[in-house]
């Protein structure tokens, strides 16, 4: 495996909104990106941090993504709206619904918002996080089906039909909380990509080849083959959801040919159910009770979902975010194209 540099996360950020402007992003929305990129770079997922700049520029320079595009709400009532991405951004749009979610959550108790024409929203784990620092649960997903569309097949099947589909719950406490965020496929397909520019190997029972044969190298995906539902036929049903929930609660029309997908976010008022004290405190009790359970062998400690996450940002913000040869070039090219200077590392 190549050496990997070590950059800094303000490094990362400016370069990331530089280049996000120079393609003809507006300076708030790049800026918004490019944090929410790196902050899932510091979070450990390096699949959905600055790797992806170059995919996105391209996106842009072929139309899929307007630079400045702005979510705007198309349908709306107590408790419920549409958003429309407008093409733009998805981590524009998935913060802008999540925050008219927590509105409405704040003044009906729940808050649900669907997105429609919305690209790729980048770790779902954002979106909780922020909901849980504002005090309020949140449920997030993204999912998409379709005949050979996708990375996955579904459980008992040989041919492509899902997206990765993830879906990410926040829980807060007072001073625990618990985000749970995963694609619903046994590797995201963003590791894949990592795993490739690294030149290593994936786990084993993470793909098949286009055959349907097992395979541990990443190329074999990339030549056809398929991510596997984590779980069989559980991880299958949970992608299944986040299909049906993106596709059916942005419906413009009845899909035709079994085809659609969004994104659904969903924000719930603790305070609308139990006492603000009797719930943080329940939260809490509930979480240091399950960090208590004694550490099975090969463990050093059970972790709350969203532990590993929140060491990871910890620990990256001193020693710079890891970012493979491979990558750190592919940015540069897509910054070169565009005129912006890359930094001397
Ligand atoms: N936007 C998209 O289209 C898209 C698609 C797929 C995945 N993703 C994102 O990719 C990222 C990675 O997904 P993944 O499926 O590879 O996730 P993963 O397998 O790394 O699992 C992450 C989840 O497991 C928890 N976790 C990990 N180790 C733990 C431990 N020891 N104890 C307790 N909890 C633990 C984490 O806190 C987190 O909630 C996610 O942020 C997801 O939102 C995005």
């Known amino acids: 495996m190549a050496d990997m540099l070590a950059i800094k996360a303000e490094t990362l950020e400016d370069v990331a909104t530089r280049v996000f402007a120079a393609a003809g992003t507006p300076e708030d929305l790049a800026a918004h990106v490019a944090r929410h990129l790196v902050k899932a770079n510091l979070s450990g997922h390096d699949s959905h941090g600055v790797i992806r700049i170059p995919a996105y520029v391209s996106q842009i320079k072929a139309g899929r993504i307007v630079a400045d595009g702005r979510p705007i709400i ?17 981590q524009v749009a998935a913060s802008f619904a999540l925050d008219v979610a927590i509105r409405k959550a704040g003044e009906t108790g729940i808050g649900g918002v669907s997105i429609r024409h919305c690209n790729h929203i980048g770790r779902l784990g954002d979106y909780s996080e922020e909901a ?42 007072k001073e625990k909380r618990a985000v749970v965020d995963f694609a619903t496929t046994v590797v995201a397909e963003g590791k894949i990509q990592v795993a490739r520019a690294k030149h290593a ?23 056809g083959g398929m991510i596997l539902p984590f779980g069989g036929h559980k991880g299958y049903g949970l992608s299944l959801v986040a299909a049906f929930l993106g ?17 659904f976010v969903m924000a719930i008022n603790p305070r609308a159910f139990a006492d603000e004290d009797a719930y943080t405190s329940t939260i809490d009790n509930l979480a240091s009770a399950v960090e208590a359970v004694p550490a099975a062998p090969g463990f050093s400690k059970v972790l709350l979902p969203g532990g590993p996450e929140a060491n990871s940002r910890a620990e990256r913000r001193q020693s710079g975010v890891p970012v493979a040869p491979d990558t750190w070039d592919a940015i540069a090219k897509a910054a070169q194209e565009l005129g912006v200077e890359m930094p001397k590392l």
Do not use: C, M, W
């Open 74 to 90: 198309v349908k709306e009532q107590a408790g419920a709206a549409v958003v429309d991405g407008q093409r733009g951004f998805g």
């Open 132 to 173: 849980a620092d504002r005090g309020y649960i949140a449920f997030v997903s993204y999912g998409s089906a379709g005949p050979t569309s996708g990375h996955s097949a579904p459980f008992g099947g040989a041919q492509r039909h899902f997206g990765t589909n993830p879906i990410s719950f926040g829980i807060p406490g």
């Open 247 to 263: 596709a059916g609660l942005t419906a413009e029309s009845a899909a035709t040919e079994g085809r659609g997908g969004g994104v």
């Open 201 to 223: 190997e994936l786990p084993p029972g993470s793909i098949v080849d286009k055959e349907g044969k097992p395979s541990t190298n990443p190329e074999d995906f990339y030549a």
